[in-house]
């Protein structure tokens, strides 16, 4: 009994080091295909990967996926203390970088301090991200006369943010699916605070349908979709003026603060 169990034992270690060697070789041919590739087919591939996690944990692979990962052309870097303005992909307004950046862009924004944001239209997908470990870590204040930080004509996503209006609405949705995750949104209380309100939606959200050979689909073309986020002051967290409604409204309570997830569609 004892020389068959020890020879069941062999075959089952020499089965299990057998499949060891078969994961790691493939893992390594893997690896070893992905790094023939070229550098701009690799940032290609790069580019259709969430900025974080998925880009981030990329960068920690190797040196040259560490360079490829946080090249210029993946991110657009906004650092208000910058001085050399010919670096490529850095630039000294949020504004700037909107203006500069191509559709698909990601604009990571320095944290510390705050960024002036006044109405500026955002007609192209984009994603704005914050440096910081936390959404206090990077404010952007818009400050009165101004009828929103952001004007946003275009399927766009904030995340990581602390929007500050100190009358009027942190956002204007105009059109576009807007993504919103893991910000603070913030309306200064004061004698008009009936004027301001975190969120403005003026789509009209018309329904597409999508022909499909399974089941008929129907996608929303304009919709604004908020988890995780803190929103404080105002008259309210979300204002409607067009055809889309809140959806599916769910709050968490806190000591601190209230976390919002929501949709409108």
């Given at each position: 009994m004892e020389t068959e169990e020890k020879s069941r034992w062999k075959r089952g270690r020499s089965k299990s080091s057998l499949i060891v060697a078969c994961n790691s070789s493939y893992s390594s041919s893997s690896s070893s295909l992905m790094n023939s590739l070229d550098d701009g087919c690799i940032m290609h591939i790069f580019s259709f990967l969430s900025p974080i996690p998925d880009r981030y944990n990329a960068a920690l692979v190797s040196r040259r996926w560490y360079y490829l990962a946080c090249h210029p052309r993946l991110w657009l870097r906004v650092d208000r203390a910058i001085k050399d303005s010919s670096e490529p992909g850095v630039f000294p307004s949020i504004e700037t970088a909107v203006?500069?950046?191509?559709p698909g862009d990601t604009i990571c924004i320095g944290a510390g301090g705050s960024h002036d944001v006044r109405d500026i239209q955002i007609k192209k997908p984009l994603c704005l991200l914050g440096g910081g470990e936390h959404p206090d870590e990077t404010t952007l204040v818009c400050s009165r006369g101004s009828e929103s930080a952001f004007e946003f004509l275009s399927t766009c996503k904030l995340s990581n943010l602390t929007v500050k209006a100190e009358l009027g609405c942190c956002l204007l949705h105009r059109s576009g699916r807007l993504t919103i995750e893991r910000c603070i949104l913030q309306c200064d209380e004061n004698p008009l605070d009936y004027l301001s309100c975190a969120i403005v939606s003026t789509a009209k959200g018309p329904v597409v349908p999508i022909p499909d050979d399974a089941l008929p689909a129907l996608v929303q073309a304009d919709s604004v979709s908020v988890s995780r986020t803190r929103i404080e002051g105002g008259s309210k967290a979300v204002s409607t003026n067009g055809t889309l409604a809140?959806?599916?409204?769910?709050?968490?309570?806190?000591r601190t603060a209230l976390l919002f997830w929501f949709d409108v569609k």
């Open positions: 203006s500069a950046a191509r809140l959806q599916r409204v769910r709050v968490i309570y806190s």
